[in-house]
């Protein structure tokens, strides 16, 4: 496969993953500011820009209006929604002939239909769209798609996003201390509330949730259970196996990180748990550069913000 596809369709994979998980903190932390009467909303607005790799425009207070206008509607903005649908646009354009129809034209109508403005009473209702429409994207894929190395390639940028995203879910935690977001809210914001209650068989606790969250084997939104699906899709490009170690510096930094959360105990990675969040964090970036300089090694070098790829 020509190595410009080949990153196009991991950038699709990853723009899409990545217009889901922002709408989804930004849905948990705008309504908590709503909620919460004595929470200082620069503050709160300020350390959700910081972990989403965003910084405030201006030495102003930060507002809830700041953040909205920056991370979901702003398309000049690499953190925004509105940039990461854009740029699953535009690498499906650029792999057009690889790419479905169906994904094209699904790709292709939710940019065009991506707000400029949005009004307060519709802020919910455009979080939940972006959702529905990286849900029907990746139905798209999952249904119509051989597993061919195409697949592949789109998969494993998913995964990877994913490890990301729940990661800059976890961390925001301990974003204002005792205002933050509980464990409730944080399962909700994952999908997880349902999965954990038949799981766990009662109300949330930090160690449970947490360890749930980071830990779980089955739960397609925990951060081991993507990377060791991230881990499969990267044997099934690359399927050569070592004698000894791994040579592959994708699967070593991805593994590495695993080890590091399964063996340790949930209560060390409470404690630590915006230093370790953010580690998960630079594993993912160590990896997605270990895949470009092994798959598509002569484009410029991407980061988390400021992708143009």
């Known amino acids: 496969m020509l190595s410009r596809i080949a990153e196009s369709l991991f950038w699709i994979g990853r723009y899409i993953e990545r217009s889901d998980g922002t709408a989804r903190i930004l849905e948990v932390h705008l309504q908590l500011l709503l909620e919460d009467p004595w929470i200082d909303e620069d503050t709160a607005c300020r350390s959700l820009l910081g972990v989403m790799g965003s910084q405030p425009t201006s030495g102003e207070p930060v507002t809830r209006r700041d953040v909205l206008n920056q991370l979901a509607v702003d398309r000049t903005n690499p953190s925004s929604i509105a940039y990461s649908l854009q740029a699953a646009r535009e690498n499906a354009r650029r792999a057009r002939e690889i790419v479905s129809s169906e ?163 949930v209560s060390e990675l409470l404690a630590e748990l915006p230093d370790q969040m953010e580690r998960v964090q630079m594993v993912t970036r160590e990896a997605s550069e270990a895949i470009r300089a092994r798959f598509f090694p002569t484009h410029a070098e991407p980061s988390w913000i400021g992708e143009t790829s």
């Not at 119509?144 to 729940?166: C, K, N, P």
């Not at 739960?219 to 592959?248: K, L, Q, W």
Request: proline share 4%; with cysteine; aromatic share 10%.
């Open 103 to 265: 994904l094209w034209e699904t790709l292709n109508t939710t940019y065009s239909r991506v707000p400029r403005r949005l009004h307060d009473e519709k802020v919910h209702e455009f979080f939940g769209w972006v959702r529905s429409r990286s849900a029907l994207a990746v139905g798209i894929t999952e249904s119509s798609v051989s597993r061919d190395e195409a697949w592949q390639f789109l998969t494993l940028g998913r995964w990877i996003e994913r490890t990301d995203m729940t990661a800059r879910m976890l961390a925001t935690r301990s974003l204002t201390e005792a205002s933050g977001p509980s464990w409730t809210t944080i399962l909700r914001s994952c999908g997880a509330h349902e999965a954990y209650v038949r799981t766990y068989r009662g109300m949330p606790s930090a160690s449970n949730a947490a360890e749930f969250l980071l830990l779980d084997r089955l739960f397609p939104r925990s951060v081991t259970y993507s990377i060791h699906r991230a881990e499969d899709c990267m044997r099934a490009i690359e399927p050569a196996a070592d004698r000894v170690g791994y040579s592959n510096a994708v699967l070593r930094a991805l593994g590495r990180m695993r080890a590091e959360l399964e063996y340790r105990p």
